[in-house]
């Protein structure tokens, strides 16, 4: 049963404006949620993180916003560039657990 | 650079003949793992290593196998290939498990791509 989700597949968005990926969560023992990056032909990379004592962290052009309440996560980029054209994997784990449970990636495409 | 490597990046064998993939790390993680990632699909862990304790998920088949020789390389080996094994199989690496907080973020290498005849 996938504890993580990412329901859009595939997201377009024109160059300089939002691009706005959501993950929804399912067990309410995560408590630490990851955002990672994948170009084709690589592994994916760690992009941000947030813990559960928070509900928002940025960094540079990215900010992800955690609703606990409501069990969803997104992840902002603002302005979008061509180079942030990817797959996009949410993870959350549980402070009891060892492993992270990734969603199945939302593929950007950020249009010139 | 410090950094996962998988290697072979594509990997074909046949319907049952045993491959070995191997990962190693200049990192000097104490945790490396190794997931399979089928199309469309959400990377999936079938175990991992802390140190030398090994870890199986429950749910991983008998048929896959690893070992880790010492902290840089760890293999994954599968006995008798199907063609429901052909993925792209992902190792990646960290200073801690998940549930510690801090230094459990992931590294992943670039993955091998199995294709089974």
């Known amino acids: 049963d996938q504890q993580v989700k990412q329901n859009s597949p595939s997201l377009s968005v024109q160059e300089g404006r939002i691009s706005i990926l959501n993950c929804d969560y399912t067990?309410?023992?995560?408590?630490?949620f990851l955002w990672y990056k994948k170009y084709p032909a690589e592994g994916p990379t760690f992009l941000i993180s947030?813990?559960?004592?928070?509900d928002k962290n940025e960094d540079g052009r990215f900010t992800v916003f955690l609703n606990k309440s409501a069990k969803h996560l997104s992840l902002h980029i603002v302005p979008s560039q061509p180079g942030d054209s990817a797959v996009y994997f949410c993870?959350?784990?549980?402070?009891?657990?060892?492993?992270?449970?990734f969603g199945t990636g939302t593929s950007l495409t950020v249009i010139p | 650079d410090a950094m996962v490597i998988q290697n072979p990046r594509y990997q074909v064998t046949q319907f049952g003949k045993p491959v070995t993939l191997s990962c190693s790390q200049t990192?000097?993680?104490?945790?490396m793992y190794w997931y399979q990632q089928k199309s469309s699909q959400a990377p999936k862990l079938l175990f991992h290593?802390?140190?030398?304790?090994?870890?199986n998920e429950a749910d991983t088949p008998d048929n896959f196998q690893s070992r880790r020789p010492n902290t840089s390389f760890c293999f994954l080996d599968i006995r008798s290939p199907g063609l429901g094994d052909a993925a792209m199989y992902l190792c990646?690496?960290?200073?801690?498990?998940?549930?510690?907080?801090?230094?459990?973020?992931?590294?992943f290498g670039p993955g091998t791509r199995l294709t089974v005849l």
């Open positions: 990646a690496t960290s200073r801690e498990t998940p549930g510690t907080s801090g230094n459990n973020e992931q590294f």
């Open positions: 067990n309410s023992m995560f408590d630490y």
């Open positions: 947030i813990s559960s004592i928070k």
């Open positions: 993870a959350a784990s549980a402070n009891t657990g060892n492993q992270f449970y």
């Open positions: 990192l000097n993680h104490n945790v």
């Open positions: 290593y802390y140190d030398k304790d090994f870890n």
